[in-house]
């Protein structure tokens, strides 16, 4: 059962733009929220949290949304660049050691 | 700072064949410590995590096992290979629970197996 939903397979925007990608979770004990960026053959890299405690977090050009009502979450990236093109996983944790990621979203920035 | 290693960063084996691989993390202390397997088109699976020298939770079943025997050594192994053991596996730690920034988890550069 995926409790960490990306419905969007793949995005594409264009450079300068704005790059939203979404999250859906079903667990309600899930009290903090990650982003990470992963580039092929290689392992993932941190980008963003938040804790369910807050509904916005800011970091530099990436900001993430916490819907807790929803139970949804997302990633905006303003601009978008080239260098962003990668594949995005949504994460969640329940407060124990267990991290439950999303399938991914390829997103492509085009120049 | 602290740096996590994986190696080999490519392996193909046979089918029957045993399987190592290793995991190593540097810069920090009593991490906790995780397996994945990302299989093609898919997410992240979380095989085994570790809080301390040997204990060792597993979290899906299946023919890989993993043993931590030093506080920063992570390592995965299988006795005979499947074909559907391929796949890429990553490694990551994070800090141990109680510190700051304990959710957050930091992912090796992770090794792609192939099994034939």
């Known amino acids: 059962d995926q409790q960490v939903k990306q419905n969007s397979p793949s995005l594409s925007v264009q450079e300068g733009r704005i790059s939203i990608l979404n999250c859906d979770y079903t667990?309600?004990?899930?009290?903090?929220f990650l982003w990470y960026k992963k580039y092929p053959a290689e392992g993932p890299t941190f980008l963003i949290s938040?804790?369910?405690?807050?509904d916005k977090n800011e970091d530099g050009r990436f900001t993430v949304f916490l819907n807790k009502s929803a139970k949804h979450l997302s990633l905006h990236i303003v601009p978008s660049q080239p260098g962003d093109s990668a594949v995005y996983f949504c994460?969640?944790?329940?407060?124990?050691?267990?991290?439950?990621f999303g399938t991914g979203t390829r997103l492509t920035v085009i120049p | 700072s602290q740096t996590i290693h994986q190696w080999p960063a490519t392996l193909v084996q046979p089918v029957g064949s045993p399987l190592s691989l290793e995991c190593t993390v540097e810069?920090?202390?009593?991490?906790?410590l995780y397996w994945y397997r990302q299989a093609a088109g898919r997410g992240l699976q979380l095989l085994f995590y570790?809080?301390?020298?040997?204990?060792i939770s597993s979290e899906v079943p299946q023919n890989l096992s993993a043993s931590r025997p030093q506080d920063r050594q992570f390592i995965l192994s299988s006795k005979k290979l499947l074909l559907s053991d391929s796949g890429f596996y990553l490694c990551?730690?994070?800090?141990?629970?109680?510190?700051?920034?304990?959710?957050?988890?930091?992912f090796g550069p992770g090794t792609r197996l192939t099994v034939t």
């Open positions: 810069g920090t202390s009593n991490p906790n």
């Open positions: 570790s809080v301390g020298i040997g204990q």
């Open positions: 994460a969640a944790s329940p407060g124990a050691n267990n991290l439950f």
């Open positions: 667990n309600s004990m899930f009290d903090y």
């Open positions: 938040i804790s369910s405690i807050k």
């Open positions: 990551a730690w994070s800090p141990p629970v109680g510190r700051n920034r304990a959710y957050e988890q930091y």
